[in-house]
């Protein structure tokens, strides 16, 4: 039984998994953050684009 928790503390594996999780959840909170950010000009943009198609 301690040999197994013994090797359970040394592996490495489920570290790294939870490392790469961490990682796609700061990347995830950045995107939805700039998109946030962005949403004003981005609203512009499309405004401006319907605009001129509409006038074709």
């Keep these: 039984m301690l ?3 013994t090797r359970l503390i040394r ?4 570290q ?3 490392e790469y ?3 796609i ?7 939805v953050g700039m998109l946030t950010m962005l ?6 943009v499309f405004q401006k684009i ?3 198609l509409s006038e074709v």
């Excluded at 592996?11 to 489920?14: A, Y």
């Excluded at 949403?39 to 512009?44: F, I, P, Q, V």
């Design 3 to 5: 040999k197994t928790i």
């Design 11 to 14: 592996e490495e594996d489920g």
């Design 16 to 18: 790294a998994l939870s």
């Design 21 to 23: 999780g961490v990682i």
């Design 25 to 31: 959840a700061l990347v995830a909170l950045a995107s």
């Design 39 to 44: 949403s004003g000009a981005l609203k512009t």
């Design 50 to 52: 319907k605009a001129v």
